[in-house]
């Protein structure tokens, strides 16, 4: 049986709150994740995080029942800081999270350890290159892949070929990516800025830049089902950084237009 958001608000900074003890926010953190990504330096986030518990409601309105009689297995791919995977393990779902952690110098080991602690499964590989498919064997019922999509240089259709062959044969890809089309980037173009990352991001960044590359409009995530044989079960439009009077007055395209939305998140079958 699936709880209220209040009660799901209440897991999700339970969850975070433990995540953020083992492996705080400081600036040693920072300086690692920025080698790759240089807007990371200075990046707030706690408040991307917090803000977060949004973002894991809306997967979690998609998630099956935890209730049912078999157990419910989710790969988390780029699981990051893990506090997706923890909020869901603790309401009943069994998670795996899987990232490229060799990337950031050991600062999230301490968090590996206790997730894995906690019984969740972490896996240090890359889903984005080409796997064999006999090396897939484990099957989910549930693959996530947030925030993900937008960071590729290079084509998904490896990415997209792993997850489908890690898939239960029933089994579904929860997919969130940035909208390009937001109402806030459109107000920048007419203000003659740029929507992609700054040049001195970019500039100041080790290769590989894992910043974003390339951002989703609603039509281009239909295609990729197409291209991918997935089938489009439901596509949803939200918001999660907007959360105040003024920002509301001044975006108010974004509580009207599915199109002018922040995040575009859909299931696939």
Not at 81 to 97: D, V
Request: charged share 20%; glycine share 4%.
């Amino acid at each position: 049986m699936k709880i209220s958001q209040q009660e799901f608000k209440k897991v999700y900074f339970s969850s975070l709150q433990e995540i953020l003890k083992i492996r705080p926010i400081d600036q040693h953190l920072k300086d690692v994740l920025a080698i790759y990504d240089y807007g990371y330096k200075y990046y707030d986030f706690i408040n991307y995080l917090e803000k977060s518990w949004f973002r894991a409601w809306q997967v979690y309105n998609l998630l099956p029942d935890p209730n049912r009689q078999h157990e419910i297995k989710i790969l988390d791919l780029g699981g990051f800081f893990g506090n997706f995977s923890f909020c869901f393990q603790k309401l009943g779902y069994k998670t795996t999270i899987t990232d490229v952690y060799d990337y950031y110098q050991g600062v999230f080991d301490n968090l590996k350890n206790f997730l894995q602690g906690q019984g969740i499964k972490i896996m240090n590989r890359d889903f984005t290159a080409l796997i064999p498919i006999e090396e897939l064997s484990e099957k989910y019922d549930v693959i996530l892949c947030l925030a993900v999509l937008e960071h590729l240089a290079h084509s998904p259709a490896a990415l997209l070929y792993n997850i489908k062959n890690s898939l239960k044969e029933d089994g579904s890809l929860i997919l969130e990516v940035p909208n390009i089309t937001y109402w806030y980037k459109r107000l920048q173009l007419l203000q003659g800025g740029s929507i992609l990352p700054s040049v001195e991001s970019i500039y100041k960044s080790k290769e590989p830049f894992i910043g974003h590359h390339h951002e989703y409009a609603a039509n281009e995530i239909r295609d990729l089902a197409s291209l991918s044989n997935f089938k489009l079960e439901k596509m949803v439009f939200y918001n999660y950084s907007v959360d105040n009077w003024l920002g509301a007055i001044i975006y108010w395209p974004i509580f009207l237009f599915n199109s002018c939305k922040e995040i575009i998140l859909t299931k696939l079958k």
